[in-house]
Antibody, heavy 126, light 111 residues
């Protein structure tokens, strides 16, 4: 049974870089046919897709965050990571990592998050 | 920044049927399958419906999804107290080189 666990600092200063890691157990990232995704949710608000990485290293980012986001994968550690630079208070949120099947099914493109981590709260404050 | 519109709230008594709408456009719902997530208070979202009307193992068949044009719906039949949660629709969007977009979310209250 695959499980994901986010880890990283819970407090980041404004203008610094937020760095989080998602550790995957029960499913090797290497050779898998999944995307590995980051999502965030400010307190009391909705979900925002940050971006994803495929096993091959191909990435897609939310255009609203693209200039500040880097997602990478370390198959030797079975982990993938998120870096968000130049953070402000607006980046304060619960950050989730997730496993994502994606591809074409006859006529439609499908992409969804089928396994989620429990989330980690990141606060941006001096 | 949500491009998918949902009603902020919905409610029903136990046993009733509740429907949640999700309105999008030709670049998202009109072109791709829709997924639904359930988020119980204080927990991570959970996949409820994928690829339009498929349920992951363990999700009761009381939950069903449908789509027509650029809108989608989630129906909960036989509403139960444990269904009280936030529900989000989501799909892929072809604009701006592609991204996943979520709905604004709907809080379901069991009266």
């Amino acid at each position: 049974q695959v499980q994901l666990q986010e880890s990283g600092p819970g407090l980041v200063k404004p203008s610094q870089t937020l760095s989080l890691t998602c550790s995957v157990s029960g499913d090797p990232i290497s050779g898998s046919n999944y995307y590995w995704t980051w999502i965030r949710q400010p307190a009391g608000k909705g979900l925002e897709w940050i971006g994803r990485i495929f096993t091959s290293g191909t990435t897609n980012y939310n255009p609203s965050l693209k200039s500040r986001v880097t997602i990478s994968v370390d198959t030797s550690k079975n982990q993938f990571s998120l870096k968000l630079s130049s953070v402000t208070a607006a980046d304060t949120a619960v950050y989730y990592c997730a496993r994502s099947p994606g591809g074409y099914d006859l006529y439609y493109y499908y992409y969804y998050m089928d396994v989620w981590g429990k989330g980690t709260t990141v606060t941006v404050s001096s | 920044q949500s491009v998918l519109t949902q009603p902020p709230s919905a409610s029903g008594t136990p046993g009733q049927r509740v429907t949640i709408s999700c309105s999008g456009s030709s670049s998202n719902i009109g072109s791709h399958t829709v997924n639904w997530y359930q988020q119980l208070p204080g927990t991570a979202p959970k996949l409820l419906i994928f690829s339009g009307n498929q349920r992951p193992s363990g999700v009761p068949d009381r939950f069903s999804g449908s789509k027509s044009g650029t809108s989608a719906s989630l129906a909960i039949s036989g509403l139960q107290s444990e269904d009280e949660a936030d529900y989000y629709c989501a799909t892929w969007d072809d604009s701006l080189n592609g991204l996943c977009v979520f709905g604004t979310g709907t809080k379901v209250t069991v009266l």
